[in-house]
């Protein structure tokens, strides 16, 4: 993450947020301010239902968790969902469920955050890394398909900003015995061409609930979830231990249980998910239209038949630097994913592919400028947005 750090964007909103806040049940108006890449959602609703959670003093383990998991592991179409305490957490869960370990290879694109790859390593096995598509920016078939040995046991494909993943890897990885993880992270709503929506794709999903996330929970959180009923039991016992219902612990897992408070926050969000959504897309759609004709930027493709569910807008810039200062002077927030990809990453100085280079990857990644979207965004900022990015080209 380059120049501010999220932290500091998200304490400043916080901040706007506590000023700004009155009485009522609407999320606090803003004038014209800078414009952050993201801000949280906090409203009465989320707060009624914070606080009847603390007051019932069921504060771990309860309803609110189950009820989470079932609601949007339906909203999804999976069987399961598995509330727990962050995305990297999910994402270590889904490769212990199938069974990942020392000696075996997972690929993964490089070109994204760095839980996708670094679970991997934490369950001993090695991540293998591949190239992303020249036009979707996800994981790349053909890139898959070389890096393929007899140890692959299963691959990560990262819904990328809100980009669902071709349906063609599903049929691949059923070709090959392969397993399909989605990370799903940034992909909350969003809907492949087959018309399954992320989380009901792969064999195990794994969703992140970080504040800036398209549905977040106040908090740390994320969510494992499976469209297979083999594994629904097992995804439940392992965030508790492995224990089953009289304690017995039948396999590794750990404590990584997500809060009661935090669950009851989550289910409001997902009521007003398909709505944010709308206005996420309705904001993607202007960005389009002013930006399709401009030199020198690339509007980030949609894949076809699907709908995205615009974590992030990104630019691919032939001018990143200047498009980043145009857009601080006049007040904007912007950043650059990713600009150093995993497999150069220090933490992988000494994997094999340290220094490989991925034609992709390596082309876009410190050019890929996102710009906010997020559904609190009021008209006038996304005129805003546009005029700053439009003032880029030719100044
Ligand atoms: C693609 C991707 N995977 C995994 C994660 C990890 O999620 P968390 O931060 O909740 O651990 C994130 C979070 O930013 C992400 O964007």
Same mark, same amino acid.
């Given at each position: ?11 400043? %909103?916080?901040? #706007? ?21 993201? #801000? ?59 069974? *990942? ?15 996708? %790859? ?28 070389? &890096? ?6 299963? *691959? ?58 398209? +549905? ?21 016992? +392992? ?16 404590? +990584? ?7 009851? *926050? ?15 897309? %309705? ?31 990104? +630019? ?71 005029? %700053?990015?439009? &003032?880029?080209?030719?100044?």
């Amino acid at each position: 993450m380059e120049g501010r750090t999220w932290l500091g964007v998200f304490k400043g %909103a916080m901040r #706007r947020v506590a000023k700004t806040h009155t009485q009522g049940g609407e999320e606090p108006r803003r004038g014209m301010e800078r414009i952050p890449m993201a #801000r949280p959602s906090w409203d009465d609703d989320m707060r009624a239902a914070a606080i009847d959670t603390l007051d019932s003093l069921h504060w771990v383990k309860g309803p609110q968790g189950k009820a989470f998991g079932k609601e949007f592991s339906e909203y999804c179409g999976a069987v399961q969902g598995t509330p727990c305490q962050s995305g990297s957490v999910a994402l270590w869960g889904a490769l212990r469920l199938l069974d *990942i370990g020392p000696g075996d290879e997972v690929l993964v694109p490089s070109l994204t955050y760095i839980a996708t %790859a670094t679970c991997v390593s934490l369950v001993g096995a090695t991540p293998v890394f591949v190239d992303v598509e020249p036009d979707h920016w996800c994981v790349d078939l053909a890139s898959l398909e070389a &890096a393929r040995t007899p140890r692959t046991k299963a *691959i990560i494909a990262v819904h990328l900003f809100g980009q669902m993943c071709d349906d063609v890897l599903v049929e691949w990885c059923n070709e090959h015995g392969i397993a399909y993880i989605e990370d799903a992270a940034q992909a909350h709503g969003a809907v492949a061409a087959s018309g399954i929506k992320a989380g009901g794709v792969g064999d195990v999903a794994c969703f992140s609930f970080f504040p800036s996330k398209n +549905l977040a929970v106040g908090g740390e959180g994320g969510m494992m979830m499976t469209r297979r009923d083999d594994l629904a039991a097992r995804m439940d016992a +392992l965030v508790n231990h492995g224990r089953d219902a009289r304690l017995e612990s039948h396999e590794l897992g750990s404590n +990584l249980r997500m809060s009661e408070v935090t669950a009851s *926050i989550g289910r409001v969000q997902l009521q007003r998910l398909d709505g944010w959504l709308a206005r996420r897309r %309705a904001i993607a759609q202007r960005y389009h239209e002013a930006f399709t004709p401009l030199p020198g930027l690339n509007v980030p493709a949609v894949r076809e038949g699907t709908h995205h569910a615009w974590h992030q807008y990104c +630019l691919l810039a032939d001018d990143p630097q200047h498009l980043r200062d145009t857009l601080e002077e006049a007040g904007v927030d912007s950043r650059i994913y990713y600009a150093t990809p995993c497999h150069r990453q220090q933490v992988y100085a000494n994997h094999p592919q340290h220094e490989q280079s991925f034609p992709v990857t390596d082309d876009i990644a410190h050019r890929l400028v996102a710009i906010p979207v997020f559904h609190q965004m009021t008209d006038d900022e996304v005129d805003h947005v546009i005029k %700053a990015v439009v &003032a880029s080209i030719g100044s």
